[in-house]
């Protein structure tokens, strides 16, 4: 993996291009790209403009097709959010699809004796690339490489584990049945104390880029990150990712 300090996300994203020489591994793939879109807001809420700006036209000299994909929070209008968002404009100019998830179908999936509705997109593609923000997360401590699968959750899935459901386990169950083949994880700048800025979030500058195949060991290094800016989580414990270890999840 790739950690590294910096604010230049055009350098690092080429860095890892070529490091992890993703032109053979895009080759004549349909790739699925997965950002983090959870409302209207603007980064670092959401993936930044730049990080698809600099990304897709480097995956589309090799790739077979690109099609970009989330589905924003519940209780949102997520057509009327992803028709104008600023990652969708990004996409219109560069010629690629910004599809709402929630406006496909879906299907059923089981871990042990645990049932999920999941947005079939995710299924009908090569290889997926997920794109998420490093953020603190009300319910789950922390929201970064792991946490993005949650998006592919249909809205009555996640309605269902918002209402007394356990979300620390349909984080690592839906790891389980979708895993991405590569993350790149913005930390230039983060939100402190929850996952959105009208739920509380605070932004601070923290100037860090990362990159890998391993969600899981990314996301340690993450929470590493934010108990080096926020002493008030250093006794706490990200339960997805001790629940995803004793899954041996790779």
């Given at each position: 993996m790739i950690i590294e300090k910096t604010i230049d996300r055009k350098a690092f994203i080429k860095k890892v291009f070529e490091k992890y020489k993703l032109s053979k591994e895009l080759k004549n793939k349909k790739i699925l790209i997965k950002p983090n879109v959870v409302s209207d807001e603007?980064?670092?809420?959401?993936?930044?403009?730049?990080?698809?700006?600099?990304?897709?036209?480097?995956?589309?000299k090799y790739a077979k097709s690109i099609v970009i994909a989330d589905s924003p929070a519940i209780h949102l209008d997520t057509q009327t959010i992803i028709e104008n968002h600023k990652l969708n404009h990004i996409c219109k100019k560069l010629g690629v699809k910004f599809l709402d998830m929630t406006s496909c179908e879906t299907i059923k999936?089981?871990?042990?004796?645990?049932?999920?509705?999941?947005?079939?997109?995710?299924?009908?593609?090569?290889?997926?690339?997920?794109?998420?923000?490093?953020?603190?997360?009300?319910?789950?401590?922390?929201?970064?490489?792991?946490?993005?699968?949650?998006?592919?959750?249909?809205?009555?899935?996640?309605?269902?584990?918002?209402?007394?459901?356990?979300?620390?386990?349909?984080?690592?169950?839906?790891?389980?049945?979708?895993?991405?083949?590569?993350?790149?994880?913005?930390?230039?700048?983060i939100l402190l104390k929850a996952q959105e800025v009208r739920h509380g979030g605070k932004m601070i500058h923290m100037g860090y880029m990362l990159a890998g195949k391993n969600a899981t060991q990314l996301d340690k290094i993450c929470f590493k990150l934010l108990k080096s800016v926020d002493k008030s989580i250093v006794d706490k414990r990200v339960k997805y990712i001790n629940i995803i270890e004793n899954m041996k999840l790779k």
């Open positions: 603007d980064y670092p809420t959401t993936t930044h403009p730049d990080i698809l700006r600099y990304f897709i036209p480097l995956c589309r999936k089981k871990v042990e004796d645990r049932v999920y509705d999941i947005f079939v997109l995710p299924f009908e593609f090569d290889y997926i690339i997920s794109l998420p923000t490093l953020k603190e997360h009300k319910i789950c401590v922390m929201t970064a490489a792991l946490k993005n699968q949650f998006g592919f959750l249909s809205h009555k899935c996640r309605y269902r584990l918002h209402h007394g459901g356990d979300i620390n386990r349909a984080i690592a169950d839906i790891n389980h049945i979708i895993k991405p083949n590569f993350f790149i994880i913005d930390a230039i700048d």
